[in-house]
């Protein structure tokens, strides 16, 4: 079975504060993608990577940074955080369809 | 721009009572349409992909249709356990297959 890893299911940070949150494969995927989960708007992209050190933009980047130094690590950064980053942030992993994903991070902004 | 809809956006069934929910969609070149569960606080599961319209699977008591417009996930005899939400998405044949997420049905089943 896929295993996706994410560090930390619950985060409380201050606003400003540089936040990082990782997430961990062990399938040798090439794809990992990073969403957040709000009510009523669903998944939303925020970033993904189809290769060591590639990166692409989502949907919704401003804000974020990613990084991706090993196939099987992907980590989010949040600049500044801010109170509008109070989400569930999920990553997901693929090879070819469907994605997999990890059980989420539920971070909070204060 | 890829669409998808679902339908109703919560549902309360009695056990054993069957019903189905919906997933409308839009898409450029539907290369495949997913169905996930999810369960509180955790992340979303892999149910079933869908190809073409006319395709259907099944995994105990949930049924996976579709059609060129919508798919319907078909859920007979329900039980407490089956209390999730259900999530549905499509990608489109481009360049990275990007996916894109309906906003749920939140099941919850009454014993």
């Known amino acids: 079975d896929v295993k996706v890893t994410q560090s930390s299911r619950y985060l409380v940070k201050r606003t400003g504060e540089k936040v990082f949150l990782e997430c961990v494969q062990d399938m040798d995927h090439e794809n990992m993608f990073w969403y957040r989960q709000d009510p009523g708007l669903g998944l939303r992209l925020i970033y993904f990577s189809y290769d060591v050190k590639m990166k692409e933009k989502g949907d919704i980047p401003e804000g974020y940074s990613v990084s991706r130094e090993k196939k099987e690590r992907f980590s989010l950064i949040l600049e500044s955080a801010s109170t509008n980053q109070t989400s569930m942030y999920l990553c997901?992993?693929?090879?070819?369809?469907?994605?997999?994903f990890g059980d989420g991070t539920r971070l909070s902004i204060l | 721009e890829d669409q998808v809809t679902q339908s109703p956006e919560a549902l309360r069934l009695q056990e054993g009572e069957s019903s189905s929910l919906n997933c409308s969609y839009t898409?450029?070149?539907?290369?495949?349409l997913f169905w996930y569960r999810q369960d509180p606080g955790k992340g979303p599961e892999f149910l079933f992909t869908l190809y073409s319209a006319g395709e259907e699977k099944e995994k105990e008591r949930l049924k996976a249709t579709l059609t060129k417009k919508e798919s319907f996930l078909h859920i007979t005899a329900p039980k407490p356990e089956d209390s999730a939400t259900y999530l549905c998405?499509?990608?489109?044949?481009?360049?990275?297959?990007?996916?894109?997420f309906g906003t749920g049905t939140k099941l919850q089943v009454i014993p």
């Open positions: 997901a992993s693929r090879s070819n369809q469907p994605q997999h």
């Open positions: 998405a499509v990608t489109n044949s481009g360049g990275y297959q990007k996916v894109t």
């Open positions: 898409v450029s070149g539907l290369r495949g």
